[in-house]
């Protein structure tokens, strides 16, 4: 699941396994990212992982560590995608520059997200 995700991601340029299982709870990972200017590196783990409900991914990056939850429910035939994102600041350059890195945050979560979509809307569908 990682793999294919950082392949349809706009934002990484790699993904490393660090752990021997390739998916559920436990799975490690060294993500590549592009970032404004420079690329960042981050470890990822995998902390909660139900099949066709949600994953949970925390990673410590750029002073913060990044709680993430993409879940997915169905949604009158469809299927609805969201992430939640928390962040606890634990370095103080983080802590005085979040207000200002959030608004390409966010802009780039949406264009990854897009890309998500983009990707699963163009997957054939089996008949009814």
């Not at 470890?43 to 709680?67: N, Q, T």
């Amino acid at each position: 699941m990682a793999a294919t995700f950082y392949r349809i991601s706009v934002l990484h340029t790699n993904i490393e396994f660090l752990s021997e299982q390739r998916s559920g709870v436990g799975t490690r990972f060294r993500e590549t990212r592009k970032g404004s200017g420079r690329d960042g590196i981050s470890e990822v783990e995998v902390i909660e992982y139900v099949d066709s409900d949600h994953i949970r991914l925390v990673d410590d990056y750029y002073g913060a560590v990044w709680d993430t939850l993409y879940s997915v429910v169905d949604d009158g035939g469809s299927t609805r995608l969201t992430m939640a994102v928390e962040a606890q600041l634990h370095k103080l350059l983080a802590k005085l520059t979040m207000s200002l890195t959030m608004s390409g945050y966010r802009k780039n979560m949406v264009k990854n997200i897009d890309a998500v979509k983009a990707h699963c809307e163009a997957r054939p569908r089996p008949f009814a």
